[in-house]
């Protein structure tokens, strides 16, 4: 298998057979979920960033970003991919800043021991005296540069690589723990007989309300969200938790079934910069006839699932499904009479978001630009041309 052409120098092969077999993966649908997708997309940059040859950050910097574009151009509807690499250019812009503050620290400290002339004048008067006192300050200008110089050598070249290795391990333990973290929350926006209107198949939808159930007994309707039925699948899973009554409904009923509900709890594939989300097909209406009656909506969304990117074009991220599920290939006089579409994700306007949950609390969407900034700052400006190959 040839590699692709925006591979620096510096790329291994070992680590082109690693990225391509990922690659593979991504085009055949084999990693789909979420949560997985992040997963493995951090351990992919962690192990091409401890074999490949790069002598500096801004060569580092290079290498996640056309790692970046070969995922992106295998999956170029895939955010949670760009999410990740603008994070961990996050993380090796904060080492880097770090590495500059020891140097300069250690740069513009003066030495601290007096003048040899002056030693020597203070022992001519005493000798005794004076040669204690210049041993001494000697042993300690020698102990200071012996410091300082270890300060340095910890953030060399190899120190910076162990750092950002460990800094990478640090968040793929969060992004394992991430759907239990957020469930943590769970009983802040669930209450007992309240009746809880969630739409398609979420693990992190389905964590936060077997939570909530372990102390509490609540009603919870699904949308079957047609035509894919992911509905069914999240109503299974609900229906083993003895304190969940379960209802299926079909997407038309929901908004003559919201007047009764207390509160809709989703999930989402993605949340733009905006506090939009890009979620499952079906959402959108959800989210809409709860707004109309002004029922509470609630999103589960873990950190890795904010992007940086304003939705300027909303099928931009979308995926169109066969359309056969929806108008069967049998009906041939009719399919060809009428045009289909079968997307995948719904984009939902940000107005129609009340708070978001993730392993930090609750959230506003207007606050939202703040987690952004804590998560990319500058790093998402470094990301950009991803998208330009």
């Not at 960033?49 to 002598?55: E, H, N, P, V, Y």
């Not at 159930?213 to 609540?218: D, H, L, N, V």
Request: with cysteine; proline share 4%; net charge negative.
């Amino acid at each position: 298998m040839e590699s692709s052409p925006l591979l620096p120098a510096q790329f291994s092969r070992e680590a082109t057979i690693y990225v391509d077999d990922f690659i593979t993966r991504l085009r055949r649908g084999q990693v789909v979920e979420a949560k997985k997708v992040a997963i493995e997309t951090v351990n992919l940059m962690r192990h091409v960033i401890s074999i490949s040859r790069w002598d500096d950050v801004a060569m580092l910097v290079e290498l996640i970003k056309a790692v970046g574009r070969k995922l992106v151009s295998a999956q170029p509807r895939e955010l949670l991919i760009v999410n990740v690499i603008c994070r961990l250019l996050r993380m090796v812009e904060e080492e880097s800043e770090a590495v500059e503050f020891v140097e300069e620290e250690w740069s513009n400290r003066e030495p601290t021991r007096e003048p040899m002339s002056a030693a020597s004048n203070k022992g001519s008067e005493t000798p005794a005296m004076g040669l204690g006192q210049t041993g001494a300050l000697l042993t300690r200008s020698l102990t200071e540069q012996v410091t300082s110089q270890l300060e340095v050598e910890t953030m060399t070249l190899l120190g910076f690589k162990k750092n950002i290795i460990s800094e990478i391990n640090e968040y793929i333990m969060e992004l394992s723990n991430i759907e239990d973290d957020i469930a943590k929350n769970a009983l802040e926006y669930i209450h007992s007989s309240e009746i809880i209107l969630t739409c398609g198949r979420s693990h992190t939808v389905e964590k936060f309300l077997r939570k909530a159930a372990a102390k509490r007994k609540f009603h919870v309707i699904v949308t079957e969200c047609a035509p894919t039925y992911e509905g069914h699948e999240q109503a299974k899973a609900l229906a083993a938790c003895a304190n969940i009554d379960v209802v299926v409904i079909p997407d038309s009923a929901v908004f003559a079934i919201m007047s009764r509900v207390n509160k809709v709890i989703l999930g989402t594939r993605a949340v733009m910069a905006n506090g939009g989300l890009i979620a499952t097909s079906g959402t959108h209406i959800v989210a809409a006839a709860a707004h109309h009656h002004a029922t509470q909506v609630v999103v589960c969304a873990g950190p890795y699932k904010h992007s940086p990117w304003f939705p300027f074009n909303d099928d931009r991220f979308n995926i169109l499904l066969s359309p056969d599920a929806v108008l069967p290939y049998r009906e041939g006089d009719l399919v060809n009479t009428v045009d289909v579409v079968s997307p995948k994700y719904d984009y939902v306007p940000p107005e129609l978001v009340d708070i978001f949950v993730d392993s930090m609390g609750g959230h506003l969407p207007s606050y939202l630009y703040r987690l952004m900034q804590e998560n990319y700052d500058d790093a998402k400006d470094l990301a950009w041309n991803i998208y330009d190959q």
